[in-house]
């Protein structure tokens, strides 16, 4: 905001009270140009319009802009430690304003959901089955209370739908081992095993 404030003072001063508007034109467009090369960037590893081809990337497509902006803000301030945030993510997000990281949120949120995977029909139906009523003799909550009936997730849950099904199950371990910083999830997962990850991350990457 202040360097295009600057410029176009500078340029209105250069120009004339007449030449303002055109020297905001010029502003808008170099805001444009940076975000996006902004969203270049994070195409390279997050694919183009979001959607990824390695697991190893999440799909931001569709994702719920405050979530986005949200994670955006704990990579930068380092609230989200896990290796791979570490070794990916902190230095991405470092150089980010909360004006871009509101744009580029706002771009990612509005491209169309990934495409599902397949998964084993046996462990879809297990993992539908925990997402929609949970474990309660185990003391685990439905999933869809939070993130939704569909898994499209709202305001600050993540949509899980379509997400690449090696990132979800990745995320539940480092969010169980507390690597990664989710207190709302933390107790919800307590006691989910290996086999109940598997089944639920399978399910939600199918849809
Ligand atoms: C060099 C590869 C790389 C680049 C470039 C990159 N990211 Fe990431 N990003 C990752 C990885 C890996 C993760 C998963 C981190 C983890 O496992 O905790 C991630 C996670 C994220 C998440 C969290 C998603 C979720 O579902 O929790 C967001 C949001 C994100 N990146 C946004 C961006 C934005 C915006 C850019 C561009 C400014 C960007 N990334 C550039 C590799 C990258
Ligand atoms: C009480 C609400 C609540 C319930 C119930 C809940 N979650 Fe979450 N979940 C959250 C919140 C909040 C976050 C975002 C945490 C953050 O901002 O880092 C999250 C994040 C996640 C993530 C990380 C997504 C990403 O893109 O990195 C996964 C995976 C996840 N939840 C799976 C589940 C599963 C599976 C269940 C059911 C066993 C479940 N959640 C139940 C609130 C909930």
């Known amino acids: 905001m202040k360097r295009r404030t600057l410029l176009t003072l500078t340029l209105g001063a250069c120009v004339g009270i007449g030449g303002l508007a055109q020297a905001q034109n010029l502003a808008n467009a ?11 960037n994070c195409s390279v590893c997050h ?13 931001l497509a ?22 791979n945030a570490q070794a990916f993510m902190w230095g991405m997000a470092s150089g980010l304003s909360d004006q871009m ?22 462990l879809i139906a297990e993992g539908h089955h925990i997402f929609t009523h949970g474990i309660p003799a185990e003391g685990v909550p439905a999933c ?28 539940l371990l480092v969010i169980q081992t507390a690597l990664r910083n989710a207190p709302v999830m933390h107790g919800v997962i307590r006691d989910l095993n290996r086999q109940q990850m598997e089944a639920v991350t399978t399910y939600l990457a199918s849809l």
């Open 62 to 83: 569709a994702q719920q802009p405050v979530y986005l902006e949200n994670q955006l803000k704990a990579f930068k301030d380092h609230t989200r430690g896990d290796p």
């Open 101 to 122: 990281i509101s744009q580029v949120a706002g771009y990612f949120s509005s491209q169309p959901p990934p495409p599902p995977e397949n998964g084993d029909p046996k």
């Open 47 to 59: 694919g183009i319009n979001g959607h990824s081809v390695s697991p190893t990337f999440p799909n």
């Open 30 to 40: 170099q805001d444009k140009a940076e975000l996006k090369a902004t969203i270049n």
């Open 144 to 171: 869809a209370s939070c993130h939704g009936p569909d898994a499209a997730g709202r305001g600050m849950f993540p949509r899980l739908a379509g997400q690449h099904q090696e990132y979800l199950l990745k995320q």
